[in-house]
């Protein structure tokens, strides 16, 4: 009989899903690390680039300009799209080792970042975005990393190119800019210069039904000097600026859907928005707990979100239970299909995304 070449997974509808254990299916087990970027983007570990929130007193009167510019800042290209996990394989490298202090594979089903996951927790509601995964299996461990279909590709590029969208992008890290400092309960400097590569990366450790994950997530801001110490009990921050007046349905619809999957997969604490108009002036913030975003979501459930996941995960392992370390498998999934699809891609595909350096630590 011929092999398999081609597999699907359904998206079956809400009401067949068993949503009743759901608590138990996610949790963080532990914080196995954290790495940084410097300001050109370098992966590098700093305690320097560890940036804290700080919460003017009153909350309700603010004024961000985040018009503001400096000639050093530094921004990424609009149209940039990375296609690589090497960040969070330099971490394993440097970090995965047995008890004698030998490389050794890590100790998880699966490595990647949090954006596939929370990307993926989105699929049964999004109705924009397609998905396309890759995945290699390499000593037990299965690596996935994004790629881009050409819709993502072409919707990016006209991102790029519409200045509205180009603006508020920008926006969105001046905001980060306005809210952190380099020392817990030192007042932000915004007339300081700002790089949009810098960042903080927790490496966490996580268990999602039978599955074991580990995975970076970029992180906005802590809270105390101690966290970067104990970062399991830290109350994690993520800083979001929405604007003001906007509709209701549609921000609970589509927006909260996304910053609540970005956040639970990162433990983060709390959220805090800053609300803009149309000028770029953020006239007023809020704090919002992302243990208290499921209560407000409209035409989706948060149980959903992670049993797909999961599913998805397994679904996985099933395609590539027998796969080698040269299989490239990939998964996409288009708007309005009603199942994700997976092939092994050819030999000669472009999307080997572990490189050299990775693959002679594996073997060493
Ligand atoms: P906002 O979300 O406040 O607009 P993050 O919130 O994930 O920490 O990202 C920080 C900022 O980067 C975002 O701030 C947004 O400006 C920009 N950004 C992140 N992902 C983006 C995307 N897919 N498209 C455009 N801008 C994005
Ligand atoms: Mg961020
Ligand atoms: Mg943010």
């Not at 200045?163 to 817990?184: C, I, L, N, Q, R």
């Not at 809020?286 to 959903?304: C, Y």
């Not at 370390?325 to 891609?345: H, I, M, N, Q, T």
């Amino acid at each position: 009989m011929e092999p398999k070449t081609k597999y699907t997974m359904e998206l079956e509808d809400d009401d067949l899903y068993d949503l009743s254990d759901v608590d138990d299916q996610f949790k963080v087990k532990q914080i196995a690390g954290w790495y940084n970027k410097d300001r050109h983007g370098n992966y590098c570990k700093d305690e320097q680039y560890a940036k804290y929130l700080y919460l003017p007193r009153n909350m309700k009167e603010v004024s961000f300009d985040l018009n503001q510019k400096h000639e050093e800042d530094v921004y990424k290209p609009q149209n940039e799209m990375k296609e690589s996990i090497d960040s969070i394989l330099k971490w394993v490298v440097e970090n995965s080792t047995d008890s004698e202090g030998m490389p050794k594979s890590p100790d998880a089903d699966f490595v990647c970042y949090r954006g596939i996951l929370y990307q993926l927790m989105c699929v049964p509601y999004e109705n924009k975005d397609s998905l396309r995964v890759c995945a290699i299996k390499a000593k037990g461990t299965t690596y996935l990393c994004q790629f881009f279909t050409e819709q993502n590709r072409k919707d990016r590029q006209a991102q790029a190119e519409n200045p509205d969208m180009a603006k508020f992008t920008k926006w969105g890290h001046k905001f980060e800019h306005y809210m952190v400092s380099d020392e817990p309960g030192k007042p932000p400097d915004a007339t300081q210069p700002m790089s949009e590569y810098e960042e903080l990366n927790i490496v966490y450790q996580s268990m999602l039904g039978p599955h074991t994950l580990i995975y970076g997530a970029e992180i906005d801001g802590l809270t105390k000097k101690e966290d970067l110490q104990d970062l399991y009990q830290a109350k994690l921050i993520e800083l979001k600026t929405c604007r003001q007046n906007a509709n209701n349905y549609s921000f609970c619809r589509y927006k909260l859907i996304k910053w609540w999957a970005q956040s639970m997969l990162a433990k983060i604490d709390s959220i805090v928005v800053g609300y803009r108009n149309d000028e770029g002036m953020v006239k007023s913030l809020e704090q919002m707990r992302v243990a208290n975003i499921p209560k407000m979501a409209k035409g989706w459930s948060a149980p959903r979100c992670v049993v797909f996941l999961r599913d998805f995960l397994s679904f996985v392992k099933h395609v590539m239970k027998d796969a080698t370390e040269s299989d490239v498998f990939e998964f996409v999934w288009y708007p309005g299909e009603s199942s994700y699809s997976a092939r092994k891609l050819p030999p000669g595909n472009n999307c080997n995304f572990l490189p050299d350096w990775f693959q002679s630590w594996l073997v060493t």
